[in-house]
């Protein structure tokens, strides 16, 4: 909730005097959060806070310096891409169903996750996926190099968007029918 409270703000009082200079402000306090996150965390930008099991001052304040700086991070990367990208449709179908994608993508994740599972025991790729690793813990994922973490996660969007793309089809053509 505050980091809901925190966008609010933003779009009501300070998004209209976001220029050019604040936004190189941010950048630089963006890296020089980073590099604070860094030292606190003992070298790690990574920093889960699904499970939450070892509160402490320095995890609540990690937990609000992460999100804090990743939302401004974003929302200059979406500001920079706008102006390079411009009205791409694929950009815009993405932006339009971002609710959808935060609320299906781990679904979606376990459905990559499923079909490897599906495909290692049938012998017929993945040789090295751990089948074990997948039944005992729920985040297991098959990372045979760090690369395909992308994978995973352009996958995961791939599928909900493919999701969304067909339920609106569906929606329109049952509107069309039913006359509305």
């Keep these: 909730m505050p980091f809901f409270q ?31 996150i860094s030292i606190i965390n ?4 990574t920093y889960g806070v699904y499970n939450l099991g070892d509160i402490t001052r320095k995890n609540i304040c990690l937990i609000y ?11 200059i ?4 891409l706008f102006s390079v990208l411009g009205r791409s449709r694929l950009i815009n179908y993405t932006g339009k ?3 959808a994608i935060m609320l299906n ?25 751990d089948l074990n690793g997948y039944k005992s813990w729920v985040y297991y994922m098959y990372v045979p190099y760090y690369q395909i973490r992308l994978l995973y996660v ?5 599928i909900v968007l493919l999701g969304c793309y067909s339920f609106d089809k569906v929606t329109c053509k049952i509107k069309k029918l039913v006359g509305r």
């Design 105 to 129: 993508h781990l679904g979606a994740l376990f459905l990559i996750q499923g079909v490897i599972a599906l495909l290692s025991r049938a012998d017929i790729a993945f040789k090295t996926f």
């Design 42 to 45: 003992k070298g790690s930008l």
């Design 97 to 99: 169903h971002t609710y």
């Design 154 to 158: 352009i996958g995961s969007i791939a």
């Design 77 to 80: 990367i979406s500001r920079v």
């Design 6 to 36: 925190i966008g609010h703000i933003f779009k009501k009082y300070l998004e209209k005097k976001f220029t050019n200079t604040i936004m190189l402000i941010i950048i630089i306090v963006c890296f020089l959060g980073q590099m604070l």
């Design 65 to 75: 310096l992460t999100t804090i700086f990743g939302i401004a991070f974003w929302t």
